[in-house]
């Protein structure tokens, strides 16, 4: 599974302050480890508290560059710093994210083909979060259209399913599931599918539980990435888990090892 | 009609085996296998660098149950490893050899890990060529035996075995402190191959230098589970799983000399046809296919088959 790791994200209060202070060392070694870990790539949020949003996506971006070539998705709602941090990565950038409506994606999808980056597609738009799997999926064949309208290959696609915390929105954890298996029924070859993990279990109590848990029932149906924790080692042992329990690697006793030294 | 290609994330890995003297060695040629970025021969679709190779047979003491058809080519040389090794060479035309240590077994002379280890090092002084070096294939006795021969063929990057999950830490270390590469045996078990050779990696030991053998089935006796293994194994290694990368080996012509249709007489099963061809078909039938499956090593005796598959490496290996 492609993974996509949270933590560089000003939401975090250690991330928020080494943006305002200007502390690339703690930014880096978070790059590092969440890389040693066995992130694929990086999620680069500012954070809702960043005082100059679009400086603080080109610091970040050119503090992770300077120690990683790996792919960054470049998380913001705003298109002006979304830019920003597309035209500093150096790597492979991932726009993290569209929605399904369409001035959106008029926007973004553009973006795509001018940065050869891939995107990620909200399976929501103005009226919200659609409550079944069929109107996930009627919103996620919209963004497959439009995608292809635009010339975009579908591995540079990824449908995310939009998951609700399961204490104030628990149908949605079943119907999201059966998003992911919708999405790959939509053409041939189908998009990828992702997941924002960690949203599942907000104010839960044992947050790791739930995140690994559902991370293993959404490999069971089809998941291709992720963006999660990379340091919560739980996780990462359940998902290498699931992946050999679906077959994706050759079981050995010493699986995980394995599966890390890659 | 356009060709569906399949694009691999991943390839084998490539394995040297011999040093000449610029790499510390006293070989006049070196042997690369390994290496390919997709199937078996299919060159349309990726590059495969390094053709199979074939090694020839030669044990330090006479084969107690080869039959007459397979001792006929070497009958004058069978009881002198050193002999033997030159007439592979000279007279067979064959660049790379395995030297079977049979008399260290317990069960025929039970010779000493130093008498085995000046063998070896007749045997590198008297040809030049690439070398295989293997045990009995006892898990104990081998441990006695292959440091010491490992240390005497110390900077000719040899191809040394047989480690198994019994004694695997010896011969890793062996190897590692000789500088050569080795060979991880399974009981025709895909998840023992793949634990196998995580823990001859976490012993520090590259995994650019291992070379799976997934034990082999002769034709009638097994080919199939071999071959099944091996498809899956190399399948793994194109889809990017580097526990399972690695160049294999078949031990042809060890499993092909005992069965019944390599030794059985014209006379007691006439309807077999004539004995003189029989086992070196049964040894050609079993190696080919096993080139199909991703063999990178072909470990056989008879001249006769060796030729016929060498043969058909050089048609398998021309591009479209």
């Known amino acids: 599974m492609f993974v996509i790791g949270e933590r560089i994200n000003g939401m975090f209060n250690d991330v928020a302050r080494a943006i305002k202070d200007g502390d690339k060392v703690m930014i880096q070694e978070l790059a590092r480890k969440q890389i040693e870990a066995g992130a694929d790539a990086l999620d680069v949020n500012v954070g809702p508290g960043a005082e100059v949003p679009l400086r603080a996506m080109e610091w970040l971006v050119n503090t992770i560059g300077e120690v990683t070539d790996v792919p960054l998705a470049i998380d913001t709602p705003k298109f002006e710093v979304m830019e920003a941090g597309l035209k500093l990565c150096k790597s492979k950038a991932i726009i993290n994210s569209t929605s399904g409506d369409r001035e959106k994606l008029d926007k973004l999808l553009p973006l795509v083909r001018r940065y050869n980056a891939s995107i990620i597609g909200l399976t929501m738009n103005k009226s919200g979060i659609p409550q079944t799997a069929e109107s996930r999926a009627e919103i996620a064949a919209q963004i497959v259209t439009s995608a292809q309208e635009y010339g975009i290959d579908m591995n540079e696609l990824y449908i995310d399913g939009v998951i609700l915390p399961v204490n104030v929105a628990q149908d949605h954890s079943r119907e999201v599931l059966e998003t992911i298996r919708e999405c790959k029924l939509l053409c041939d070859p189908s998009p990828r599918t992702i997941l924002g993990l960690s949203n599942v279990s907000q104010k839960t109590l044992d947050r790791s539980l739930v995140n690994r848990t559902y991370l293993a029932m959404a490999i069971a149906c089809g998941l291709d990435a992720a963006i999660l924790d990379p340091l919560d080692n739980d996780l990462m042992n359940s998902m290498i888990t699931a992946e050999l329990l679906m077959g994706k690697q050759i079981y050995c006793d010493n699986y995980l090892e394995a599966y890390k030294k890659k | 009609m356009e060709k569906a290609t399949e694009k691999w994330a991943s390839k084998v890995n490539e394995v040297t085996i011999g040093a000449t003297e610029k790499e510390g060695g006293t070989r006049s040629s070196i042997i690369k296998v390994g290496g390919a970025n997709t199937l078996p021969f299919l060159h349309f679709e990726g590059v495969i660098p390094n053709p199979p190779v074939i090694a020839m047979e030669v044990w330090d003491m006479e084969p107690p149950d080869w039959p007459a058809v397979l001792k006929k080519p070497f009958v004058d040389v069978l009881g002198d490893p050193v002999e033997w090794a030159k007439k592979c060479v000279n007279e067979y035309g064959v660049n790379f050899l395995c030297l079977r240590l049979a008399s260290t077994s317990p069960d025929t002379k039970n010779s000493s890990p130093e008498e085995a280890a000046r063998t070896v090092k007749r045997v590198l002084e008297a040809v030049s060529v690439p070398l295989m070096i293997i045990g009995c294939n006892q898990a104990e006795k081998d441990t006695e035996v292959i440091p010491p021969v490992s240390e005497a063929a110390k900077g000719e990057n040899c191809l040394v075995g047989i480690a198994v999950q019994a004694n695997y830490k010896t011969i890793t270390a062996a190897c590692q402190s000789g500088g050569h590469s080795i060979i991880a045996e399974s009981p025709i078990d895909i998840n023992l191959a793949k634990q196998l050779n995580i823990l001859i990696s976490d012993m520090g030991f590259p995994l650019e230098k ?43 012509g060890q499993e092909v000399w005992r069965a019944k249709e390599a030794k059985t007489s014209e006379q007691e099963a006439p309807q077999w046809g004539p004995i003189a061809s029989r086992g070196p078909l049964w040894e050609v039938t079993t190696a080919v296919s096993y080139l199909q499956a991703g063999a990178d090593i072909l470990v056989m005796c008879h001249p006769k088959a060796i030729e016929s598959v060498k043969k058909t490496i050089k048609e398998l290996m021309q591009k479209e």
């Open chain 2, 210 to 252: 291992i070379v799976m053998h997934p034990a082999t089935g002769a034709l009638g006796y097994g080919l199939e589970y071999t071959y099944s293994i091996m498809e899956r194994s190399r399948l793994a290694a194109l889809q990017g799983d580097r526990m399972m990368s690695m160049p294999m080996v078949n031990f042809v």
